[in-house]
């Protein structure tokens, strides 16, 4: 398995999946209306995705693309499976709970947020993601070079458009939906 970064979290990681979340929450202390929702559906949609990801790559069954449900290996972005589906519904709905219980936001417009910004990061994990292929090993991964240290070659998507960049649009869709709802409900 080759889900992409290895080793301790850098700071664009960091950025990409509490940035949005942090900024939200400044907007929500400095001007209240729809900015608490979305702070909870950015924080919301990281949690859905983690919950997604580490659970759905637990499970036996072979993930598939969820542009073309064609199998991919397990890890590659994009992939998605019944359970690491079940799973992110659940991280949404754990962070759109601690949110209504602690009046921060509704619980309907976070557990939403989160979980189109969890779908959001999977459509473009299999679509703009960049997708490399190391020769050495035969196989698909995420990173250049590949953890064996060999050079990969470019299969799909923008090359400059990596896990970070989708990390942080899948917050940036959690933060706006959520927020858009409650600001029309």
Same mark, same amino acid.
Request: aromatic share 8%; with cysteine.
């Given at each position: 398995? !080759?889900?992409?970064? =290895?080793?301790?979290?850098?700071a664009w ?5 509490? %940035? ?24 919301? @949609?990281? &949690?859905? !995705? ?41 991280? @949404?709905?754990?962070? @759109? ?23 959001? !990061? &999977?459509?473009?994990?299999? &679509?703009?993601? &960049? ?14 070079? =590949? ?9 799909? %998507? ?5 896990n970070d ?10 933060a706006l939906? @959520? ?7």
């Amino acid at each position: 398995m !080759d889900i992409g970064k =290895h080793g301790a979290r850098d700071a664009w990681q960091v950025f990409a999946n509490g %940035g949005v979340a942090a900024v939200c929450a400044i907007l929500a202390w400095r001007l209240g209306g729809a900015w608490p929702a979305a702070f909870a559906g950015a924080f919301a @949609a990281a &949690s859905a !995705d983690t919950w997604g990801t580490e659970i759905g790559t637990l499970v036996r069954q072979a993930p598939r693309s969820i542009l073309t449900f064609k199998p991919l290996a397990t890890g590659l972005s994009g992939g998605v499976t019944i359970v690491g589906t079940l799973a992110e519904i659940a991280g @949404a709905a754990v962070v @759109a709970l601690v949110a209504a219980l602690f009046g921060i936001a509704a619980f309907v417009p976070v557990a939403i947020g989160g979980f189109a910004g969890a779908m959001s !990061d &999977s459509i473009l994990g299999a &679509s703009l993601q &960049s997708l490399r292929y190391c020769a050495a090993c035969k196989r698909d991964c995420e990173t250049d070079p =590949h953890e064996c240290g060999t050079a990969t070659v470019a299969r799909r %998507g923008l090359a400059w458009f990596g896990n970070d960049l989708v990390n942080l649009a899948a917050t940036l869709t959690g933060a706006l939906v @959520a927020g858009a709802i409650a600001l029309y409900r």
